[in-house]
């Protein structure tokens, strides 16, 4: 993937590209799954952060495309895509239901369990 800072983002965006508006604190890219959805991406504090190392951008935190058909969840670092593996919804409410005992048993150790919890409702929210 490459990096376009723009100022005004275009509505019909060219595959591959991650658009970058620091004007309007927005970014935008098509899925990189090919589904062709517009994923735009609103840069603040509380949603996404925009890393620029002088050559190429990082998003964080991940991206999950749950409101597509693709579900498609990967993050955005040094214009790579790295995909985190497909999470459903179902898993996703699964895990978010589960008590932690429950999931204690499946992925064992407290605190590792813990923080996986933490981990899956921080990627729901960010949604
Ligand atoms: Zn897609």
Redesign the pocket.
């Known amino acids: 993937m490459r990096h376009k800072f723009v100022e005004y983002i275009p509505s019909q965006i060219e595959e591959d590209i991650l658009y970058i508006s620091i004007e309007y604190d927005v970014a935008k890219h098509k899925?990189?799954?090919?589904?062709?959805?517009d994923?735009v991406t609103s840069l603040s504090p509380a949603r996404w952060k925009l890393t620029y190392d002088g050559e190429t951008v990082s998003l964080y935190p991940s991206i999950g495309?749950w409101s597509?058909?693709?579900?498609?969840h990967y993050w955005i670092t040094n214009d790579n895509v790295v995909w985190a593996g497909q999470i459903t919804n179902n898993q996703m409410n699964k895990v978010i239901r589960n008590d932690k005992e429950e999931v204690k048993k499946h992925i064992g150790g407290s605190s590792k369990s813990k923080g996986f919890i933490d981990w899956m409702k921080n990627i729901f929210r960010s949604h």
């Open positions: 899925c990189p799954c090919g589904c062709g959805a994923i495309n597509h058909g693709c579900k498609s």
